[in-house]
């Protein structure tokens, strides 16, 4: 984050809210603190924090009930919650009544404790960025990966779909969906089997995978392959045989779509001429038009060095 974290400790304990407070401090957290009443979700409003530390033991009717409240909202609903608890006491709490995302027993140690919070925040910044529909990266992950290839013997491979959007608008979103997932699963695996790498979601049907450059061609080849294994088993005989179905084009007009098929645009990361991530994106793009002249699956691959 670019401003400090600001955490919130909720706690009728004056004392544990001093020692909690001097050690967050001493992290460069910023620390607010109030007492276990009705009146925080109220406050939030106003200033909310980037974390909740609530002690549950102070008085566990009005602590669930503030957490059930922020949980219930889906202004706060995404703020991690870290609950402290005396004891055997979470042994007896419903944690489904008081849905807190981590817990730490009083007394805790403190180191422990600035874990749990990174711990919270990591999870929080993957559930914000990952794709819900393939659970992969995405763009801010996306962009990271990137940058971090840069001048690397590493090539960013832009994954697509030719005519993905009257399959859907035909077949329907939940085929599409599957499409989706389907080709999120062979990116993967293709990956992976090739010696590992990154794979993030951009969005719909586009995505990236960034794989060391000797293997670009191979992990692209396995894509195209597969996925034209299996996306003929979307289409019934005749489609097949006839190699199109009636749709609908972008401009609105009746026309014969061709079969699904995949584009991949690959952009080489040694290259001088490759200074930023807007770049590597607009060569991308480029490669994509021409790949994307064929109703076949294809790859293209950037061979300028400046």
Known sequence: MSHPLRVSVV??????????????????????GMSCTDAVVGAFYSDPPDLLIIDLSSDWEVSRGIVSALRSDSFFSTIPI???????????????NCP????????????????????????????????????????????????????????????????????????????????????????FNAVHDFGGGFCGHIGGDDFVCIVASEQAESVCQTIVNF?????????????KQKGYYIGINRKGNV??????????????????????????????????K????SVTSRYVIDSRKT
């Open 11 to 32: 706690s009728s304990d004056a004392a544990l809210f001093s020692h909690i407070q001097l050690r967050l401090h001493s992290k460069g957290y910023q620390v607010a």
């Open 290 to 293: 021409f790949a994307k002249r």
């Open 255 to 288: 026309e014969h779509i061709p079969l699904l098929a995949v584009s991949i645009a690959v952009v080489p990361m040694n290259s001088p001429n490759l200074q930023h991530y807007a770049k590597v994106a607009e060569v991308a793009a480029e490669l994509n």
């Open 100 to 187: 807190v995302d981590d817990f730490l027993r009083i007394p805790f140690d403190y180191n422990e404790l600035f874990n749990r919070i990174s711990l919270s925040l990591s999870r929080l910044k993957r559930i914000f960025d990952n794709n819900p529909l393939t659970r992969l990266p995405g763009n801010t992950s996306i962009q990271h990966a990137i940058e971090a290839a840069m001048g690397k013997p590493l090539s960013v491979c832009y994954v697509d779909i030719n005519n993905f959007k009257p399959y859907n608008d035909v077949y329907g979103f939940s085929h599409g969906d599957e499409v989706i997932r389907m080709l999120a699963r062979i990116i």
């Open 82 to 96: 870290l609950g402290l608890v005396a004891g055997t006491e979470c042994d007896e709490f419903s944690w489904e």
């Open 227 to 239: 996925f034209d294994q299996i996306v003929l088993d979307l289409f019934d005989e005749e489609t």
